[in-house]
């Protein structure tokens, strides 16, 4: 069993879309969770942090779910430059990274 | 500089050749990882660094690859004979710490060694 999983999409959108993906986690001990943004041939940089309280910043809002052992992330009023695939990461021993959703904000 | 530096940034190499690739991570962080990342795949984890040594190397695809890290710093990936399907990006990332404190701090990448083996 995979430490994390995504539905990898892809996720085709019109620009102004609420849009939200979800990842699941297989060890209940886990410590930190965060979303990446990786672009087109680029490397990943973090999004957010993701917090038991659940936290936003700006368009973006990240919840945490320890029972359920899920992660989400919602992003509303989509833009152009959203467009990219976002990883859901885990951290235990170490960083779990999904396999990421690809999201494509069309005009 | 300040962040994770990876050198080369694309390395074109015949099958059966030795490469390196070195990752230089951010000052101070004591933890370094190295993935791999296909075209249009998600990143399949090789090895994990804590200080000079590798608790967990079960991502290495078999003995051809090899890792190491002197001096808490510094790291290399080795790639013996290679063959085509080791053409990928490797990535490198860095963090403050393993396990225990300060957990909630992120993994800073590189920006890649991209490497096509021909």
């Known amino acids: 069993r995979k430490e994390v999983e995504q539905d990898p999409g892809p996720f085709n959108v019109p620009e102004g879309a609420t849009v939200a993906f979800n990842c699941t986690y297989s060890?209940?001990?886990?410590?930190?969770f965060f979303w990446y943004r990786q672009d087109c041939r680029k490397e990943p940089k973090l999004l957010m942090s993701?917090?038991?309280s659940g936290n936003e910043d700006g368009r973006f809002t990240a919840q945490l779910n320890r029972a359920s052992q899920y992660i989400s992330l919602l992003i509303r009023d989509s833009k152009l430059s959203d467009s990219a695939t976002y990883l859901c990461?885990?951290?235990?021993?170490?960083?779990?990274f999904g396999t990421g959703t690809s999201l494509t904000v069309i005009p | 500089g300040a962040g994770v530096s990876q050198s080369p940034s694309n390395k074109v190499t015949e099958k059966g050749k030795d490469v390196e690739l070195r990752c230089d991570p951010i000052?101070?962080?004591?933890?370094l990882y190295w993935y791999r990342q296909s075209l249009g795949q998600g990143l399949e984890f090789l090895i994990y660094?804590?200080?000079?040594?590798?608790?967990?190397k079960s991502g290495l695809p078999s003995d051809r690859f090899s890792a190491e890290r002197t001096g808490g710093s510094v790291s290399t990936l080795t790639i013996q004979r290679t063959q085509q399907e080791d053409s990928a990006v490797y990535l490198c990332?860095?963090?403050?710490?393993?396990?225990?404190?300060?957990?909630?701090?992120?993994?800073?990448f590189g920006q890649g060694t991209r490497l096509t083996v021909v």
């Open positions: 990332a860095s963090s403050p710490s393993g396990t225990g404190m300060i957990s909630n701090t992120e993994a800073f």
């Open positions: 060890n209940s001990a886990s410590q930190s």
């Open positions: 993701v917090y038991s």
């Open positions: 990461v885990v951290k235990g021993n170490q960083f779990y």
């Open positions: 000052s101070g962080h004591t933890a």
């Open positions: 660094f804590q200080g000079n040594s590798a608790p967990d």
